[in-house]
Nanobody, 122 residues
């Protein structure tokens, strides 16, 4: 049974930082591409960032490029998202997800976590 469990969300002031974590189990993590998505109230789920199974290739939405950094630890089965210079428009529920081949398309992801809330106050 595949489980993806996010943590690290919270309330932060604009300009602050948060580090999200995603603990993975029940899948061959080291052979899974991983992604972060977010969904704000009243909006569709949107791509944030993705990383290849090796960690060698990373991808970012234009809205977070230069501020967010995705990384993974295949020895611990963890995915991370370091978020710096946070803005109020980053407020959303953040989800991690797994897929076979790295992509920004949410419909290509097989498994999803339950999400963690990030709220950025102005």
């Amino acid at each position: 049974q595949v489980q993806l469990v996010e943590s690290g969300g919270g309330l932060v002031q604009a300009g602050g930082s948060l580090r999200l974590s995603c603990a993975a189990s029940g899948l061959t993590f080291s052979r899974s591409a991983m992604g972060w998505f977010r969904q704000a109230p009243g909006k569709d789920r949107e791509f944030v960032s993705a990383v290849s199974w090796s960690g060698g290739s990373t991808f970012y939405a234009d809205s977070v490029k230069g501020r967010f950094t995705i990384s993974r630890d295949n020895t611990k089965n963890f995915l991370y998202l370091q978020m710096n210079s946070l803005k109020p428009e980053d407020t959303a529920i953040y989800y991690c997800a797994s897929t076979a081949v790295v992509t920004s398309r949410p419909e290509e992801y097989d498994y999803w976590g339950q999400g963690t809330q990030v709220t950025v106050s102005s």
